[in-house]
C-alpha cells in the first residue's frame, strides 16, 4: 500500500527550489519506496517565490510564515532551506512541531547551534537528513567501496580542495554570507564543510586541524534587489566591510592516523567548480573531481603492473544509484540527481524510522570541523575537532 506524506519546503531559494525537484523525482527513481508526495506549502517571505510556488513549482499554497506551514496537519515532512542565521529556530520549530526535516548545510552560524538542533531532534525521536549531496555521487560512492574494501591498502593521506569563483568579482553584493552574526565563517562553511564530510565519509574522523585564512575582496556594495542563490544583482556605489574568510588552507590528523590537506576559495578567478578530493594508501589511489562528476580516476598497483598510471572509470549502474537515472556509462548525472537520492534517503529515514540520509549529527560533525579551522586560523595553533556522539552516519 502506497504511504502518503505531504511535504513542506521553507524557503524557495536556489536550494529550496532543489528539493522540490528532487521531491518530484522520487516517484519515479525510487518506485519500490512506494510512496505518493504531495507537495502541500512553501514558505518564504518573497512575493515572487510565493507566486512562484503555486503557479510553476506545483505546491498547493503558500505562506510568507514558515511557522503557518509547520503548523499545518498536511505537512508531514519539512525541508529547511533558509540562510544560516535562520536555521536553528526554523530547526527547532520543526522538532517542536514533530515534523522530521532534511536541512541545507552549514545548518546554523556556530558549532553549539548545530549541536543544539541535534540533540533537540534526537531527544524528540526525530529522522533527519543534511545536504552533504557530494557524497551521493556514483563515483564517489565506488571510491568508498575500494577504500573500504582495503583495494587501496592502508590509507595514509588525503587531499582536497574546493575552489569556486562565485565570489570572484569585487561587485558581487554583500549578502548575508559575508556576514559573522548571519552566516558564522565564510567559504569554510559553506564550501569546506563538504570537503571535511567527504574526506570523513571516505576514511573516518577528523581529530584535529591547523589552519590559515585570508579575506582577498574586503568590502562589497549592498545587493539593491533580492536574487536566487549566486544571480547577478545590481548593487550600491557604496562598500561595505566582508567580515569572514575568502580562502582557507588546513592540515589535519585523522583519529586513524591519516593525514590530509585541504584548501578552499570562493574568489578564485579560473576555476568555476573545482572540488576535488584525492585518496592515497599503499596499494593504490583515487581522485574523485566534481566538474568530471561521472569519472572516477583508480590506480590499484597489483591491477596495474606493466602500465602504471590511472584508470578513468566511467560510472555505471555497478555504482552507487547511477542505474537509477542512466541507462549506462557514457551519460551523465547532475547535481539535481544528487539531490534527488538525498531526498530518496530522506524519505526512506523518515518511512522506515532508520536514520539512513546524512544526518543532523553529520551536520554538527561538519560544523565541528569549520569551528576548530577557523580557531586554528586566529591563534596558529592545532586544535582538536570534538567528537560528536550523535547519530553520524559517514562511518557506518
Known amino acids: 500500500m502506497s504511504k502518503d506524506l505531504g511535504v513542506g519546503v521553507i524557503s524557495l531559494g536556489w536550494m529550496g527550489r532543489l528539493h ?6 522520487v516517484a519515479e527513481r525510487y518506485p519500490e519506496l512506494d510512496v505518493r508526495l504531495r507537495l502541500v506549502s512553501a514558505a518564504d517571505p518573497v512575493q515572487r517565490n510565493l507566486d512562484d510556488a503555486t503557479r510553476s513549482l506545483g505546491f498547493e499554497r503558500a505562506t510568507a510564515d514558515y511557522r503557518e506551514l509547520l503548523a499545518d496537519p498536511e505537512v508531514d515532512v ?15 520549530a520543526a522538532v517542536q512541531a514533530g515534523k ?5 548545510k552549514p545548518m546554523g552560524v556556530s558549532a553549539a547551534q548545530s549541536k543544539e538542533i541535534t540533540q533537540a531532534a534526537e531527544a524528540a525521536g526525530l529522522v533527519t537528513a543534511s545536504g552533504f549531496n557530494y557524497r551521493h555521487t556514483p563515483a564517489v560512492e565506488h571510491a568508498r567501496d575500494l577504500i573500504r ?3 587501496l591498502g592502508r590509507i595514509t593521506n588525503v587531499r582536497c580542495w574546493l575552489i569556486a569563483d562565485y565570489a570572484s568579482s569585487p561587485q558581487g553584493p554583500l549578502t548575508w554570507r559575508y556576514s559573522k552574526e548571519l552566516a558564522g ?5 559553506d564550501l569546506l564543510s563538504h570537503g571535511f564530510d567527504l574526506a570523513q565519509y571516505l576514511v573516518g574522523r577528523i581529530a584535529s586541524v591547523s589552519a590559515m585564512s585570508g579575506t582577498f575582496i574586503p568590502e562589497r556594495p549592498k545587493a539593491l534587489e533580492q536574487g536566487i542563490g549566486h544571480a547577478a544583482v545590481a548593487v550600491t556605489q557604496e562598500t561595505y566591510p566582508v567580515e569572514n574568510e575568502d580562502y582557507g588552507a588546513v592540515l589535519a590528523r585523522f583519529d586513524s592516523g591519516v593525514l590530509g590537506t585541504f584548501e578552499t576559495s570562493r574568489v578564485a578567478v579560473g576555476p568555476r567548480a573545482e572540488y576535488v578530493i584525492e585518496v592515497y594508501g599503499t596499494q593504490g589511489s583515487v581522485r574523485w573531481n566534481y566538474e568530471y562528476m561521472n569519472h572516477l580516476d583508480v590506480l590499484i598497483a597489483a591491477d596495474n603492473a606493466h602500465h602504471h598510471g590511472y584508470t578513468r572509470v566511467m560510472a555505471d549502474a555497478t555504482h552507487g544509484d547511477f542505474g537509477r537515472f542512466q541507462p549506462g556509462p557514457g551519460q551523465g548525472m547532475s547535481f539535481d540527481d544528487q539531490k534527488t537520492i538525498e531526498a530518496k534517503l530522506f524519505l526512506e529515514s523518515v518511512l522506515t524510522g532508520e536514520q539512513l540520509a546524512p544526518s543532523a549529527a553529520d551536520a554538527w560533525a561538519a560544523a565541528e570541523c569549520d569551528e576548530a579551522a577557523v580557531a586554528s586560523a586566529a591563534d596558529g595553533a592545532w586544535h582538536d575537532v570534538p567528537t560528536v556522539p550523535g547519530r553520524t552516519t559517514y562511518d557506518r
Not at 522530521?100 to 541545507?104: D, K, L, S, T, V
Open 78 to 92: 519539512v525541508s529547511i532551506c533558509g540562510p544560516n542565521y535562520l536555521h536553528q529556530e526554523m530547526a527547532l
Open 149 to 151: 574494501g582495503g583495494r
Open 185 to 189: 565563517s565564510g567559504v569554510f562553511g
Open 100 to 104: 522530521p526535516f532534511w536541512i541545507e
Open 20 to 25: 522540490t525537484r528532487g521531491y518530484k523525482q
